[in-house]
């Protein structure tokens, strides 16, 4: 193995235990039992947030503190923010959310496929969220569609297009500056690896989580997901990519992850080839952790 190759996965290494002590945060909204916790937890694979029946009997704000391979994060969820309840005072909602939610990469909007309509309580939970943090903050949102496994397979690219426009909409009417068109969506089935159309959804909940979380967000949540995102010697992963897929990760690590290494020492850009492929991810499996991963990850992609 040439010195170049291991000089610069030293450096790639150097810059990538920089951010070790960096977090991400979610923030979830959605009515209760759409399946936001449940959704958060496959994407991290680990029991995050807690998943069952629960009624929310007033509005409030539930932090989830949590690490992976050393990578620390924070899932905010907001029960009865989106509920039909009885104790409603949205200023006072409004409040806490303000002075109990400080930094946001990346929020959720999880509504189920197979409803037919935006309900009052979804449409408040979006005029909510909006007024007590800023119409910016959908700008680093996705829209989550869950239940898809309750849309018959003949329906579900309809039904996922049309309920992808709905919400839009909405969101559009509560930050009238914001680009809601481009806002991504995913659908997802809890239940299942596979969506009524036969692929699976796992990869797609994560690019397109990857592709709207903040600059700041994207390297934290690109190393606590590499360990699940490397394939096995049989070349399957607990998060499987498929080319598409691993293109669209490609150019969002050329736009976020890049500049930001670069910014803190050598230009990498230009010499991740120089490490790229199995050799590269033999290099990450030495070095093992989160940064090891990482490295192991952005080796196998560029290979
Ligand atoms: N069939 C199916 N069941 C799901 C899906 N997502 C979640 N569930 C089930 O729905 C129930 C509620 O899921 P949670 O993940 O707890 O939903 P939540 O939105 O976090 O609910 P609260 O925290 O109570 O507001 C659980 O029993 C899940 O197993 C899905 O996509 N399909
Ligand atoms: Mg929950």
Redesign the pocket.
Known sequence: MSDNRVAIAEEFRKQLEGFTKKKFHFL?I??????????V?NLLGKQV????????TTMEIEHFDSEIDGIQFTVI?T?GLCDEIEDTNNEKYIGKIRSNVKKIDCLWF?TELSATRVTSDEKRGIRLITESLSPKIWEHAIIIF?????VPKERYMEAFAKRTELIKAEIAKSAPGIAADGLPSVA?????KLTPDGKEWLGELFVKVFSIISDKGAIPFLMATASSLNPNSSGQARINLDETQKNEVKKIIDAKIIPSLAATGVALGVSIGAFAGPLGSAIGAGIGGAVGATIGLVAWLFG
């Open positions: 979830l959605g009515r209760t039992g759409v399946g936001k916790s449940s959704t937890n947030a807690r998943v069952g029946d629960y009624e929310p969820d029960p999880v869950t239940f898809a496994d309750k997802v089935d809890n239940s299942s």
